[in-house]
C-alpha cells in the first residue's frame, strides 16, 4: 500500500529567524513580560502556598468541606468511565468504589447544606 504523503512530511529547513540572534530574541521576550507582568517600581508579590493543596490552619471548614466535595466527585466520574473498560468482574468491583464515594459525597454535600456560615 502506497501513503499518499511522505513520511516524514517534507519541510522548508530554514527558520524565518536564522538572521536574528537568539540571545537578543529571548532578551526581547524577557523585557516585554517584566514591561506586562511587572511594571517598573512595583515588587512581585510574596509567594504564598495554595489553599487547595495544603492545608492549614486557618483554610476555612467551608472551604475544605467544597474542596471534598468536588474531589469525591472527580474520583467517582473517574471510578465510573474507568469501569466502562474494564472485564465485567473488575467493573463490579469499580461501580461498588464508585457508589462508595458518591455516598461519600453524598454526606459531604449535606454537611454543606447544614453548615451556618458566620454573617
Known sequence: MIKPTPN???????SPYE?????KLHQAADRALDHYLCPPGSTPPPLSPRAMYAVTADTKNED???????????????????????????????MGI??????????????LDNLELPQ
Open 8 to 14: 516524514p512530511p517534507e519541510s522548508d529547513p530554514t
Open 19 to 23: 538572521s536574528l540572534d537568539s540571545k
Open 64 to 94: 475544605l468541606l467544597a474542596n471534598a466535595c468536588e474531589t469525591l466527585a472527580s474520583a467517582k466520574t473517574i471510578a465510573q468511565e474507568f469501569a466502562g473498560l474494564v472485564k465485567p468482574s473488575q467493573r463490579r468491583t469499580l
Open 98 to 111: 464508585a457508589q462508595l464515594i458518591m455516598l461519600g459525597e453524598l454526606a459531604v454535600n449535606r454537611v
